[in-house]
Every structure is written in structure tokens, then in C-alpha cells.
Nanobody, 118 residues
Framework: VQLQASGGGLVQAEGSLRLSCAAS????????MGWYRQAPGKQRELVAR???????NYADSVKGRFTISRVDARNTVYLQMNSLKPEDTAVYYC?????????????WGQGTQVTVSS
């Protein structure tokens, strides 16, 4: 199983970006999916998560600005980021709880850089 993230880049403050993360491989079921981020010198932190049923939760710092969604037919999770701030600058990682044919595992994407200039 692999997670491939894309959509990062350089954007000015108050701009928008949309991240995508597609899972591939011998997947039976994808349970929770989420996005985390890690800024230089800081620990990785939760940005947003979404359950298979569509229940979402967000870090307080992104509520009202970011929206997580998923399309199970594509094994893909998205993160729409609006009103971006310089403090949103970080490497963003996608994560998924995936059941394959034989085991359940926690998988991570390779990370995509988001840089917000002031």
C-alpha cells in the first residue's frame, strides 16, 4: 500500500491550496484518513481527520479555514486550505488506517511542502 500526496506549493497569505492524497495497492477498506503537518523545529501535529462515515475533526488553529473530504471510490482524501497564514507553513503528511487482505495498518504519505509568504 502506498499513499501519494500532491498539491503543495508556495502561496501568498490569504491564498488557497488544495492537497490530495491517493492510496493505492491491495486495499480492502480505508477507515480514518487524515492530514498532519510538521513545521521546522516543531513536532508533527494533527490538522484534520475524517472517518469512513464522514465525521470530521480539526485542529483549533485551522477551524473555519480548512476542509477535509474524501472520495472512497478513488481512495483519496483532500484538504482544502483557504485564508492561509504564514504559520500554516509546514510539510503536510497524509495518513490512513487501511485494511488490506490480511492485515490492518497505519500508512503515511511522503509529505508535501506548503509555504505561505506574508
Amino acid at each position: 500500500v502506498q499513499l501519494q500526496a500532491s498539491g503543495g506549493g508556495l502561496v501568498q497569505a490569504e491564498g488557497s491550496l488544495r492537497l490530495s492524497c491517493a492510496a493505492s495497492g491491495s486495499i480492502l477498506t480505508i477507515n480514518d484518513m487524515g492530514w498532519y503537518r510538521q513545521a521546522p523545529g516543531k513536532q508533527r501535529e494533527l490538522v484534520a481527520r475524517i472517518t469512513r462515515a464522514g465525521t470530521t475533526n480539526y485542529a483549533d488553529s485551522v477551524k473555519g479555514r480548512f476542509t477535509i473530504s474524501r472520495v472512497d471510490a478513488r481512495n483519496t482524501v483532500y484538504l482544502q486550505m483557504n485564508s492561509l497564514k504564514p504559520e500554516d507553513t509546514a510539510v503536510y503528511y497524509c495518513n490512513a488506517d487501511i485494511m488490506t487482505y490480511g492485515r490492518r495498518g497505519d500508512y503515511w504519505g511522503q509529505g508535501t511542502q506548503v509555504t505561505v509568504s506574508s
